[in-house]
């Protein structure tokens, strides 16, 4: 029926056919072996994590133990109280009214401390923030008249830290630090000639005649500019009066007290906006008498902080293995 050649030429392709089929039933052995590596490799990697997790829970959780029981231990006996107001004076910040009234609730409420230190270093911030802080103070000293409150400024004690301040009974700082800055400021930009340059054309909908006067792509109305001064006015006349009701007649008669200005430490006590030169561990030993200072700074958990970063980094790892990308807003 067939001739030689064309039997010859069947048989080979017969072959070729028996080979490829051989050649795909190893490449798909190798991709199964390498990807039960692949997966090998993750689950590795997922087990260290859990490890390495379980580790420093314990850890930590011994370095928290031991830590409160030191504080425990230190709050059993006489000793100064700290409060710390590091960094802007802010709601979601270290030095946010919720974090400072908290610690200085629980050092007024312990019977064992004998004064409580405001130890500051940071260039203020929002005045509602301070002013919260300033009102609580004065609150718990009204409460506890038998504890006195001193503030001690380190590198800086300005605006809305200054607010707080002047709560204290007295104010220490070193001779260089900054303190000050009695004013208002609320500052931003101007983009209307750039738009103009680029050929944009800004279009705002409000349903009030002034609802977008804050806007940086509008012109500055002078109707507008007016009033948005009287608001920093009004609120730097009550920074002045909280400052003035704080430090009354040790304050100096200068013009230029309530413009702004910082001055240095030495500068400040003869301004009256400081009383005396002096560091924490200076107020703590030589004024209020108990030389053991227990921080009252609530502090965020370390356990808590790592395992949320560990958990996003987890999240992030597997979803680019697995080739899931979360949305992300530029």
Known sequence: MFDDKTREAMKDASAGSSDSKEWKLIE?????????????????????LIVVGFMFFVFSATLQTAKLDKQMLAGSQPHT?????????????????????????????????????????????????????NDEIKRLKALHPGIPVYAVISDLGASGAYYIA???DKIYAD???????????????GFVETIEKLGMERRTFTSGEHKGFLDPFLPVKADEKKFWETVLNTTHKQFISVVKEGRGDRLAENP???????????????????????????????????EKIVDY??????????????GTSMAMYFSKALGIEAPVLR
């Open 175 to 189: 001779k260089a630090s900054l303190v000050g800055s009695i004013g208002v400021t609320a500052s931003s930009f």
């Open 28 to 48: 798909k052995m190798v991709l199964t072996l390498a990807l039960e590596q692949k997966k090998a490799r993750r689950w590795a990697i997922f087990k260290f």
């Open 256 to 290: 230029d007290l309530f413009s702004g200005l910082v001055w240095s430490g030495e500068q400040a006590i003869e301004l009256g906006l400081v009383d005396e030169l002096g560091s924490s561990s200076y107020v703590a030993r030589e004024v209020i008498g108990a």
């Open 81 to 133: 109280a700290m409060v710390e107001v590091k960094g802007p004076v802010m709601a979601d910040g270290d030095a946010s009214a919720d974090i400072l009234v908290t610690g200085l609730r629980e050092a007024f409420e312990n019977p064992n401390v004998q004064g409580v230190v405001l130890r500051i270093n940071s260039p203020g911030g929002s005045p509602v923030q301070a002013g919260y802080v």
């Open 166 to 168: 002047v709560a204290a």
């Open 297 to 310: 700074t609530p502090k965020p958990d370390p356990f808590q902080e790592f395992t949320k970063r560990l």
